[in-house]
């Protein structure tokens, strides 16, 4: 990977930072987040300013250009690859460490007195717009929006926003109608007394009206922005997609129903002015509902009396409940995805002793196995297929220029994952070819350990989901050793790879507490530069526990596995296992064998299925 | 305990609160919180303001009043306290429980439009304003100040506020000077660019200058603020107490010093006017530093622009982390600690089964065999001595009306502490003088897992204690239980018991990394309503861990326990320990033995030393 080299683009930002074309005032800095005007994870092309600018083109990241300086924030999953991707133009600023400054604090320590910093208005969400801006007004600066995106201005062969056919879902995959889906939210709104509900996350787009798209790679979803009335559906959308029969059948545009129920379907790009015609017109106590995560152009539209803002929406944490319909789909999308690593890893078995198998070439490979199955999409993220070193890059995706070769002397690493029609999927194996030494297995076996101890936790309802981050941390602290990411994240069902409003991590975040139905991951890793990653990643269900007592009659959760692929047996010393622990790689191995194991004489593929038959051969523990 | 009958003290603050001699406008609520103007927690009697208008006297609670209702809000350790002791005027919301409103939330929905919520400026802390003040008005309503403190105007026999003489500690007891202390300070101050430190909690006026006093009951504070400037310093205190010889010497008030170590001392009550000129006479960019939990009242004597808020002021982080001088101290403080409870034990082993043994006769006895050791002062708190059911109140305190037999049928749980002139002492043991059943030996076995998981705990620099919480559970939420408070919290150098910055609880609050010297509580529990309650509290001191490896060179920690008081075995049931857990009681005691041991053959203690033998004989698990 060399750096882009990014001295003339630069020179031209800083221009335009000057221009009156462009700025009412020059602005000293300006400011390139990460997301799009949806505060999207995952962007289209045109969306990846960023990268553009930067070089660094990791899921996480923002640009700062001042007139003197420019500097990258990101955090520990990308230090390595940003260092790589950029060129001496840029500082990496090191989240998560202690001497790193917040972007604010390094903002006024650089900018002359009285400077103005811009940013596009659309892309900041408005809880970030009002830190920022009132850390910088207490230094004497100000935060200005900047109406045209300055690196657009700047990005001549910017590729088109994407706008891409629909799919519909029908009950059997969403369990629920996307008017039972409406109904269920305006009692929401009912109960916390909103006239309006703004809907700006692309996901939550899609799971409202039960569609899917594939506007934004990985990410099934589609250009979009939804207002929701008490007796009124606005759906702001472009392109000929809405002429799709199927698209028009589902979404009943040409039956005749309660009005409360007619979508009234709008451009794209008119729902600045109709939400500022709704902020307009709203008699006192009409509140609007909007994620304080929306764009800092949407929140202002709505005048701040009227602004009913929280962390997390009601279809954000509805939609990450599951339903038994959705259940199901996860159920079956994580048996198909085990047979195609059990492919896989059966292939790589005989292939890469032979030296031809590069990171590149496995992970088409992987993608090869998965479209080979039922309801197959596409890919949910980048591939991150490393081998050795390029393991410790924590979201490494390999390119030609860091292609490495697999080999029976060092660690393989696969992150990867699939949408299916039915859910989505996200599994970490570290694989060993030849012989792991003891240190390699020793560190196996803590990181194993900690991903047992978060699957295996039995906890009280309530509970949120960063309390048990030291779980999967604990047999790692106990010998000095750490990762530097968070345990999980919420999972999507045929939807982000990536979702809130749970997840398991040491940063104090305000999660909400993990319900029965909700999916997330659970993936400790030990990493060190230079050498080799370890990554032991299920994507899990929280489910009822039942316990001996039940204090206070909370009730008391755990997890189900989903991901039912094995864990290399090969890399473990069975002697650091507890028997507790060992007991659950065994039956986790058995469920392995006895679910995918069906499913692979199913399908007929009898070497994967001596493979797994020989991974899942039970541990025996030296007493 | 009976309630207290409220009715006609609520009629007279109703009137008051209507009342324009006291009042610019009728107010519609009143809040009552629980602190002083200081925010302390322990408050001296003529501030029980929220015991006297509501009979519940817990050491955290809000009282409101408005016109038709009258609520408290506490926290799980005081559910069954407070509704013994309130009549039904008063409405227990139970802070924590999911369906319980905030005070802002209840507030709303019970006031008439347009209401006014008064409250004494120099009670509630600033951030506390800032959020309610927030709320209320965009719920249309108003925090307003009331100067007067409305309690005191219908409480006939408000007690005088102490003034009681000051103790000084030289440098044996305190390791720095408090010169050494300014200078500290002072550098801290020039590093965040501020000119002015305003000092309000009480331990760190007691902290900074080195003097102890005895106005507030268990903590042995003096009521006074400082304010440091670059060059001066102002104590504001009241009374005779600057008059004593030794108190004059130690702050060398008398002698010809550089003017930047003089100190002004100034009328306790002259604080507001002097930081009101302080903060008229500000030049731009001179910053004043204050608690972001300061009185509103100080902090709104200086103007917006020039206040420097943190939640945790230098002197809190400081006092924190305890050098070598209060280390040693407080090590020798818990050995003298520990020789006065096994004379407890010793004696209460010989006396409960005569039956004439009450939980205030315990307590009694505790306190004298305190008070015979070398440096007691006071108690550390109101010892919480339970037998059976009143153990389930977790911070129960006995008085006549409760006041339950010591017996050989019941679990006794003691929870007691002291201030010695060298250390603070906090620690509970349960204890049973008869025959524990197998379901009680099994709650106090998970109990003792999770002391030792916490305690046994090694974590890299840098991590927060809330991040060790769930360690404390993990083996009462496999059976589904648990227990409703903090897992430790930090513990003053003869200072408050509880004190900030550091802690360990599952509640997301902003604590700061624990470091080495810093000294913290472990003390999970579990407890049965109605029938008995069971603790385990040690006072640990964070030291650095040796560990097999070392990640990014960033070092462990873990804990050494300062407490060396022996666990009763005949509660554990060994066979729910791991070797490892057992290992950890067989030494803990073995150290309880050697140190303890030495100190009682010492002082001629020889019943008690035979008791110490015998009760810290090892646990043979059975394999």
Redesign the interface.
Known sequence: MSPKITTELLKQLRQVMKNPKFVQEPVQAYIVPSGDAHQSEYIAPCDCRRAFISGFDGSAGTAIVTEQHAAIWTDGRYFLQAAHQMDNNWTLMKMGL?DTPTQEDWLVSVLPEGSKVGVDPFIIPADQWKRMSKALR?AGHDLVPVKENLIDTIWTDCPQRPCKPLITLDLSYTGVSWRDKIVALRSKMAERKVMWFVVTALDEVAWLFNLRGSDVEYNPVFFAYAVIGMNTIRLFIDGDRMMDPPVREHLQLDSTLEPEFKIQVMPYGSILSELQAVGAGLSPKEKVWLSDKASYALTEAIPK?YRYLTPYTPICIAKAVKNAAETEGMRRAHIKDAVALCELFTWLEKEVPKGTVTEIIAADKAEEFRSQQKDFVELSFATISSTGPNGAIIHYKPVPETNRTLSVNEIYLLDSGAQYKDGTTDVTRTMHFGTPSAYEKECFTYVLKGHIAVSA????N?T?G??????AR?A???????YLHGTGHGVGSFLNVHEGPCGIS?K?FADEPLEAGMIVSDEPGYYEDGSFGIRIENVVLVIPAE??????N?G?LTFEPLTLVPIQTKMIDVNLL?EKECNWVNEYHQKCREVVGAELERQGRHEALRWLLRETEPLARVQ
Do not use: M
């Open positions: 202690k207490s009396a936790a039995i906890f009280p309530g949120k960063h309390l048990l981050d030291s779980f604990s790692l602290w106990d010998c000095g050793l750490d040491y104090t316990t001996k007592y039940n204090f206070k909370r008391s507890t």
